[in-house]
T-cell receptor, first 114, second 114 residues
Framework: AQSVTQPDIHITVSEGASLELRCNYS??????LFWYVQSPGQGLQLLLK??????LVQGIKGFEAEFKRSQSSFNLRKPSVHWSDAAEYFC????????????FGTGTQLKVEL | DTAVSQTPKYLVTQMGNDKSIKCEQN?????MYWYKQDSKKFLKIMFS???????INETVPNRFSPKSPDKAHLNLHINSLELGDSAVYFC?????????????FGDGTRLSIL
């Protein structure tokens, strides 16, 4: 069965610092990978996705993620964090070839110090 | 226009009551989902419907009954509410088939059982 691990429950960074949120997945083939962000009291907003091609994908709000098959990872990065980036971040995997459900990681809560 | 809208946003009720949450999407998607987010922010799929047909039912108690009157609507009815049902329930939708198409989420319904 597919699974997603986000090792960091909480991360605190200073505004302007770089950010990397870790995501590891377990799946037999190349999965479809997503990062979502959830602001307090809000739904989930898609940041970016990967399913094939260039392993470095660009998303909204200045985020990017790199798919590394050898490490089964899909880490999210941002070169300079803004205070408004404080939120909960979820990595998710969706198997290709049928089956529409998303399997989510447990989330990483990002705090930004001013 | 809100793409995926859920009502109500907040629902406070007593144990043993029956309640419904409504979801509507105006994206023209064929597939709709219900997810449950627990107090630790863990997201897990409950149901998925494709063109009004149930395709995923993830070991959810039969007190939970989804109903899809048409492909733009997926409502969730819960009978005999229990304390453990307290959570945030998210509705989502996506185009049919292709696993790489992201799911679009509503803002959630926060259900609190007294």
């Amino acid at each position: 069965a597919q699974s997603v691990t986000q090792p960091d429950i909480h991360i605190t960074v200073s505004e302007g610092a770089s950010l990397e949120l870790r995501c590891n997945y377990s799946y037999g083939a190349t999965p479809y990978l997503f990062w979502y962000v959830q602001s307090p009291g809000q739904g989930l907003q898609l940041l970016l996705k990967y399913f094939s091609g260039d392993t470095l994908v660009q998303g909204i709000k200045g985020f990017e993620a790199e798919f590394k098959r050898s490490q089964s990872s899909f880490n999210l990065r941002k070169p300079s964090v803004h205070w408004s980036d404080a939120a909960e971040y979820f990595c998710a995997v969706r198997g290709p070839g049928g089956g529409n459900k998303l399997t989510f990681g447990t989330g990483t809560q990002l705090k930004v110090e001013l | 226009d809100t793409a995926v809208s859920q009502t109500p946003k907040y629902l406070v009720t007593q144990m043993g009551n029956d309640k419904s949450i409504k979801c509507e999407q105006n994206l023209g998607h064929d597939t709709m989902y219900w997810y449950k987010q627990d107090s630790k922010k863990f997201l897990k799929i409950m149901f998925s419907y494709n063109n009004k047909e149930l395709i995923i039912n993830e070991t959810v108690p039969n007190r939970f009954s989804p109903k899809s009157p048409d492909k733009a609507h997926l409502n969730l009815h819960i009978n005999s509410l229990e304390l453990g049902d307290s959570a945030v329930y998210f509705c989502a939708s996506s185009p049919q088939g292709s696993g790489y198409q992201p799911q679009h989420f509503g803002d959630g319904t926060r259900l609190s059982i007294l």
